[in-house]
């Protein structure tokens, strides 16, 4: 066997430990035993199954490329199942299990004595306190707000859904924090569903699945956040179900989260989705402009830093995918500042943004807008570029040009010329004029609001 091989391994493995995190680590790569290589593929062997095919769809890609940073020659990484009987049994000791006892430490004793509690921990910044409430989460957030202070159940159960980013986590984190403080005999358990998983799949391996079950028996809320991992594992499916089942039968509070509403999720079973249907089901919607300012506002106070309001409406406007993606530009433009022992203005914003700003851009063309435009007003694409002056086309190019203006960081000539060679006079106009009529007009406003909120998809 290649004396490199483990070095290597330790080093591959090292650093994705520190990409993917702790409890990923944990759950997945850390039984992973590394084999051989041959033919320039490394083998790697898995306790089970369902373990490989996780792998293979998440980490196979990362895993090969990290190799080949340590050995070019690598090109391809293989995962095998190795059945737990072949470790147990005490035939001849194998290169595989000199490799699995002697360097790394036995998976199973070590992950024992990691989890001393079932529930994974709590980011301390996700508390109700910490949450920004807007029209797209307050749904949301009086709902966990009322599991959180109810002590009667009042639905079952609790289902949050919405994008990535837009605060799932952080609402189930705050209903746990509020119980925890206020009626810390309630035990609550938070877990990922892909903690939950792999917590069941190891109950399965080790056969004792009644004292999996059993863990669960004496908890009062249960949550589970991106249950969209457990879409397909059918085993997993099965006991999740169960344990559901009987925690809803015992009046206990159970709180899900997914990317999508229950119907939609896909690879679920029929009657796991009708019963989580059965419940709460509330969304979140994407952000608007005032919720985004409104965070802003917020986190800039709990960093203590002098952000001027209008670099917070920049990023307001320009930074729309999510929550996270917002509070990430925020936090670069403060350490930036900070670090330089300048003040923040919009030019160092702009300039320590620039990659992100870019990468939002691209989200939305001016072509794209035009399009929409058009077929919100029912007109021609073509009356975008055209000289027509009638108040039914030139309004609605008038809206496309700002739209332009707020959702790309094009220039104003360079607006006017994608709009039939117009003077950048007249896309100012335009944007002046829009935002006249927004104040104005408050149908006007929906309309040109419902527009940009479909752009921003
Ligand atoms: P999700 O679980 O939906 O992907 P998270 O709950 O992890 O999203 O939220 C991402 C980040 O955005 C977190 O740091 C969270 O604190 C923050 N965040 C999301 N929504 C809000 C909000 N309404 N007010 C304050 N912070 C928020
Ligand atoms: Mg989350």
């Known amino acids: 066997m290649d004396d490199q091989l483990m070095p290597q391994w330790e080093r591959v493995c090292a650093l994705l430990r520190t990409e993917i995190g702790e409890a990923a680590y944990q759950s997945w790569l850390k039984p992973m035993t590394v084999q051989n290589t041959a033919e320039g593929r490394v083998r790697i062997s898995v306790p089970t199954r369902f373990m490989r095919d996780w792998i293979v769809a998440h980490y196979i890609e990362r895993l090969c490329t990290l190799w080949q940073k340590e050995d070019s020659s690598i090109h391809g990484v293989d ?3 190795h059945s737990d009987e072949a470790l147990s049994s005490q035939s ?3 290169d595989s299990q000199r490799i ?18 079932l529930s994974a921990p709590l980011d301390p910044r996700y508390t ?16 966990a707000r009322r599991v959180a202070e109810g002590a009667t159940v009042h639905f079952n159960p609790l289902f949050l859904y919405g994008g990535v980013g837009l605060g799932k ?14 009626e810390p005999r309630r035990t609550v358990i938070y877990l990922s569903a892909e903690k939950f998983m792999y917590r069941f799949i190891r109950a399965l391996r080790e056969q004792n699945t009644v004292d999996f079950k059993e863990q669960f028996r004496s908890v009062d809320v249960l949550m589970i956040d991106d249950v969209q991992f457990i879409g397909g594992k059918d085993s997993t499916q099965e006991e999740f179900f169960h344990t559901f089942n009987s925690l809803v039968d015992q009046g206990r509070q159970i709180v899900i989260s997914a990317d999508k509403s229950p119907s939609d999720l896909e690879g679920m ?4 989705k009708s019963r989580l249907n059965c419940g709460l089901v509330a969304d979140i919607h994407a952000t608007t402009y005032e919720l985004r300012l409104g965070i802003l506002q917020s986190k800039a106070e709990t960093l203590g830093a002098a952000v001027p309001g209008k670099v917070m409406e920049f990023l307001a406007h320009k930074i729309t995918a999510n929550v996270r993606e917002l509070e990430g530009a925020l936090n670069r433009v403060v350490a930036h500042a900070q670090l330089i022992g300048h003040e923040i203005t919009m030019e ?6 620039h990659d992100l700003l870019r990468a939002n851009d691209r989200r939305v063309t001016i072509e794209e807008i035009q399009k929409s435009v058009a077929s919100h007003f029912n007109i021609r694409v073509s ?10 086309v030139a309004r609605p190019r008038q809206i496309a040009m700002y739209l332009a203006k707020q959702l790309t960081s094009r220039s104003l000539p360079e607006i006017g010329r994608k709009f039939g060679g117009r003077d950048h006079t007249t896309v100012m106009h335009a944007v002046r004029k829009v935002e006249e009529l927004r104040e104005r007009d408050n149908t006007f406003a929906e309309d040109v609001e419902l527009l940009r909120r479909m752009l921003e998809g």
């Open 269 to 272: 079973e029929e009657r796991l």
């Open 348 to 353: 160092t914003s702009q300039e320590v943004l």
């Open 79 to 81: 995962i095998i199942v």
């Open 383 to 392: 009356d975008m570029h055209s000289a027509r002056r009638a108040r039914s």
């Open 169 to 182: 986590t952080h609402l189930m984190h705050a209903i746990a924090w509020h119980i925890r403080n206020s």
């Open 100 to 117: 699995r006892r002697g360097t790394l430490p036995d998976d199973r004793s070590a992950q024992a004595s990691d989890y001393p509690d």
């Open 128 to 143: 109700f306190d910490q949450f920004v409430v807007g029209k797209p989460n307050e749904f949301a957030y009086a709902a």
């Open 92 to 94: 001849p000791v194998s």
